[in-house]
C-alpha cells in the first residue's frame, strides 16, 4: 500500500536559517504529491503540490521537487521566520486511492 | 466564498453514547472526506464520497463508524457507542474532483470521549 516517511521533528532552526524537511514516499503508479501545513490553532493548508516527476511545487517562499528516482518530495525554505513555525505534514494522493496518505507531520520551531 | 464547514467544533460525550459530527463542503466540490487526527495514529483517512459512487469506506476503523452524505453535499459522520479510543479531532475535506485536485480542510471536530 501506499506510505509516506517524514522526519521526525521538532525541528528548531534560528530566524533566517534554511529548512530542509525530508520526506520519502511509497506507492504503486505515479501519485501526486503534497505538503500541508497546520499553524497552530488552525485547519490544515495546502502548502504546495506537484503532479507529476520533476515538477517543483513553490509558495510562500517554500519548495519541493517530485523526484520519482529517489521517491522523494523534500521541503525546503532558504530563510525561516518565526512566522513559519508549525507543523508540516507529507502526503500523496495515489493512483488507485483517491484519499490523502499523510505521514506523521513535522513540527518546526523557529526562534528569532 | 465559504470554505468547509464542521460542527461541532467540540465535542465531550460519555463512553457508551452515540455521536454524530456534520460537514458542509465548499459548494460545487463533488468530492468529500473524512479523516481523524489522533496522537497515537497521526492523520488518518476514514471514508470518501464522490458524486453519486459508492463510497469507499475502507479507513472506517470499526463497524461503530458510520458516514452519510445527503444530496450530494452535506455529510454526517456517525460513531456509536463511542469508545476513549475515538477521542481524536475529525477532519473533513472537500474537492472539485479527486487525485490532483486540491482537498480543502474544515477546522475539525474535536471529540473526547469520557
Known amino acids: 500500500g501506499n506510505s509516506v516517511t517524514q522526519m521526525e521533528g521538532p525541528v528548531t532552526l534560528s530566524e533566517e536559517a534554511f529548512l530542509t524537511i525530508n520526506c520519502t514516499y511509497t506507492?504503486?503508479?505515479?501519485?501526486?504529491l503534497f505538503w500541508y501545513v497546520q499553524y497552530p490553532g488552525e485547519g490544515l493548508q495546502l502548502l504546495l503540490k506537484a503532479t507529476k516527476a520533476d515538477d517543483k511545487g513553490s509558495n510562500k517562499g517554500f519548495e519541493a521537487t517530485y523526484r520519482k528516482e529517489t521517491t522523494s518530495f523534500h521541503l525546503e525554505k532558504g530563510s525561516v521566520q518565526v512566522s513559519d513555525s508549525a507543523v508540516y505534514f507529507c502526503a500523496l494522493s495515489g493512483t488507485g486511492r483517491r484519499a490523502l496518505t499523510f505521514g506523521s507531520g513535522t513540527r518546526l520551531q523557529v526562534q528569532p | 466564498g465559504a470554505g468547509v464547514s464542521q460542527s461541532p467544533s467540540n465535542k465531550v460525550t460519555e463512553k457508551g453514547k452515540d455521536v454524530e459530527l456534520r460537514c458542509d463542503p465548499i459548494s460545487g466540490h463533488t468530492a468529500l472526506y473524512w479523516y481523524r487526527q489522533s496522537l497515537g495514529q497521526g492523520l488518518e483517512f476514514l471514508i470518501y464520497?464522490?458524486?453519486?459512487?459508492?463510497?469507499?469506506k475502507s479507513g472506517l476503523p470499526s463497524d461503530r463508524f458510520s458516514a452519510e452524505r445527503t444530496g450530494g453535499s452535506v455529510s454526517t459522520l456517525t460513531i456509536q457507542r463511542t469508545q476513549q479510543e475515538d477521542s481524536a479531532v475529525y477532519l473533513c475535506?472537500?474537492?472539485?474532483?479527486?487525485?490532483?485536485?486540491?482537498?480543502?480542510f474544515g477546522p475539525g471536530t474535536r471529540l473526547l470521549v469520557l
Open positions: 464520497f464522490q458524486g453519486n459512487s459508492a463510497p469507499d
Open positions: 475535506a472537500s474537492s472539485f474532483q479527486y487525485q490532483t485536485e486540491t482537498q480543502y
Open positions: 506507492a504503486t503508479g505515479y501519485p501526486s
